[in-house]
């Protein structure tokens, strides 16, 4: 199964993360006995889904990006419904998975979104321009096309500030004063606090977002990605809140209190 | 929001795995920005699902049942299922619910049964049977209930063995010398295997379902919490061949190639 | 594509609804043209997932329990769902698929064990015992395996009944009255009302449940197809309500009002 | 719950979809009671959805465009992966989850782009705009926007036409010859064709999703929800094919057969 087979059927299917043969698995090129005990399970994941090397620093940093996003509550509307799921009778993959399903542009996609803003930045920065100028260039295009929400700043709950953001700053910071990163996507990000400061006349300050997203820039992870990865720390969350609202119990459980059902604003019924 | 509040809305959803107030979160009692950074992301998702600590040996464990689950090929329906679905106009995020959604009962419950099947033999034994004799009874019971197929032994690909799992049980084998765990579960997996030998004259060697589920069964996890943590080690999977299939492009792109489609077995066309 | 081609690839996918070749589409060897303008809605579903012609009276009856179960509001954890989903930054589709995937045992199941229920009191039955006996002998078995609640009967909030069951009983009275369906198994429900009416000492009637399961049952459609057709009907409700709440707005909507978030029962957090 | 309730709690949810009280539920004003065995399952559908009445000619032709679009048989993505999750151990519900989860916007979307299009087109003529100018404008519009794959025009597999297209429009055109409904989507329809194939020089005919387009256009729905309906109408197709599968049986069934597997095309393994 080495090589392109000639075979159509076979061909149909085309793949560089995985070969196989009977009693050998190899995951883009490494034996998967060779890699088990000896790869940390988020280099198991950059191994295969971006199929470069991590280690060191940035493997770190990778580490701390998932480990900060496993969990927001179940206000959070994905954690209500692996929670519900949970209650009608299915497994928790299907729980899991139903949540997972609704990490969806709006809700699963400012990393994507903050990853794709400091790229912009980043390479109006290597055009020349300088930083305050190319954040401004920046978000006046961004805005342009996608509104008038910036992805990765601000909080509707965490005011003044999200206490994951200066924590995966620091590691940032940490990180490319040993090297391991250039620092440069951290340096837009806060400029893109500064001038945001500057227009609203109070902080803005990044996100969990924004942070993860400084890192993913970082270490060089294309923007759609930043949202896969969301979603595998997220499924943790997911996993821990469908399975303890498992042994909660209850049946068909809904988003209110039975006394508190919902309000009708339709036509009047007929009598 | 840190006990009961009276509140019958706010008390309809009820978590123990994590508190919050706008700047704070907690994760079972430990404050978000503590975790970053010094919990490996193996140990955070113990921490969440768990709530219990998870350190040395015990998560080198953990993390190598992780890291071993990823990915099995395209060739799964689950894999195929979110390539497909990458080439339909959806979100990574829902390519990877496809996925996850898949894992039901058959494609992703043997480790969940094995882990039943470990700790009910376990439980014989605890009754002061002897472990062949356990061994006979726990099987007897389970193909009783579960029907003629042993989840965790044999493979239908990996002739002779699947690499996965002898690896997998050096790595319980080791922690069980250092102390770290019991070691029983594997001797009753070793056991089990003895005694399929005997019964079929050929070797139906564990699997990594059957090695993983010893891991999982060492380290005290319930059942269903193996499926749980088996969706979370191939979600890693389903999103690297998402993706992977997003870069390689097409569009609705089916099982086979167009000139393979189906065969219709069902009564002529009406003419 | 008419009769199994020998290719071991295009056996591989086999079916007896649908034969394809460039510029035609036949479903059970029906012209889907003769059929487009001919049959029912309710017609073709029949027509494709069973296979057997469905006409007069007896089509009346199935389009009768399709339209029964379109929708039991946003309490519902299929339709909450649905509705977070849509905003949350995802298609129709997605929200659509969100709900019916929460349609499992419990939220979606009590119809496929009532129209099981029903076939083994009638198989009772046909072994010439009596309805009062063989029901009470059904009701038994099926406690031993099941558990104490009986699908189809009682309702939590419907009291004294569910407006949706007597409606639908008197349209199979009717439709048994012109000799299109026996009415066997509608009588059968209406002897476990009063079984359970004498066991309680108070009314437990009939729900939607049991109701379009005497339907599908004197249809003689398998169990597990009950819940296909349930799916079918609640997912004009899940689409309604999507629709509605991506009409209304709303980024990220969790289950209940910010003010009103979740308890937290965990342990106190390390200051 | 008749009105706004004043409870932040109970208004959280608002809809004009479903009124409801112990024994008492209304679906936009009207009682259930009063709905089954009068109106179709289309028209409850409309009802549902749209909040307006469908009657006549109008009923018949969106229950023809209902009809039309069920399936499109096991090499469509949607249905493959239907049917391997059925072989999966999930439920049906979920089976047929899987399958309307992936009509994203490439799978299931050309229907609501065709809407869209068509709509732009009939607000251009409306402006006093000619109808080849107003079709020309529209389409450049479209391209501009969405690149140069019209949708609903032209089909992979079914040349020289799609067989579902020449049937609804023929319906279409005797609805309109009574008067209800114009006719002039269908007319805009029509000389989207004769300008592709100006275009081309060759037929490049209405597909199905042009077909049921003119249909949903015709009746005044907003183009989203031509997406909803082609998933209420394939979500058929989903429920035939997955219980069709379980009854065939399999397990974990992937894509092709078993002796083609996939091609491996990364780097080689280090040995």
Redesign the interface.
């Known amino acids: ?5 000639g ?14 043969a ?16 000896t ?4 280099q ?2 950059w191994h ?2 971006m ?1 470069t090397p991590l280690d060191g620093a940035r493997a ?1 940093l990778f ?2 990006a ?3 996003a ?9 954690i ?2 692996a ?3 949970a ?8 729980a ?3 949540g ?10 400012a990393g994507e979104q903050a990853v794709a803003l400091y790229t912009d930045i980043a390479a109006r920065c290597a055009e020349d321009h300088a930083l305050p100028e190319a954040v401004r260039a920046g978000l006046d295009a961004f805005r342009r096309e996608a509104g008038a929400f910036i992805p990765g700043f601000g909080h509707r ?8 953001a ?3 700053l620091a ?1 940032v910071d940490q990180a490319a004063a040993e090297g391991a990163v250039s620092g440069r996507i951290a340096e837009i990000g806060r400029e893109i606090e500064g001038a945001l400061y500057a227009e609203k006349g109070k902080p803005v300050p990044m996100n969990i977002d924004g942070a993860t997203a400084v890192i993913y820039a970082e270490l060089g992870c294309p923007p ?2 930043a ?3 969301f ?2 720390s997220r ?3 997911l ?6 609202q ?1 042994e ?1 119990g209850g ?20 009598e």
Chains 1, 2, 3, 4 share one sequence.
């Open positions: 199964m080495s090589e392109p087979s075979d159509p059927v076979a061909d149909w299917w085309r793949t560089a993360i995985i070969d196989m009977p009693g050998r698995i190899a995951f883009r090129g490494r034996p998967v006995e060779e890699l088990i005990g790869v940390s399970f988020p198991m994941i295969l889904v199929g770190r580490e701390a998932l480990v900060a496993v969990d927001h509550g179940p206000q959070a509307p994905s209500a419904a929670r519900m799921a209650t009608c009778g299915v497994g928790l993959n299907t899991m998975a139903t997972v399903n609704m990490l969806g542009d709006v809700h699963g996609g709950f965490h005011k003044p500030v999200d206490p994951r200066p924590r995966l590691l759609p990605l949202r896969g990865f979603c595998l499924s943790v969350g996993l821990a809140h469908a399975w303890e498992m909660q049946r068909n459980k809904g988003p209110t209190p039975p006394g508190h059902r919902w309000t009708y604003d339709g036509p009047p019924s007929a």
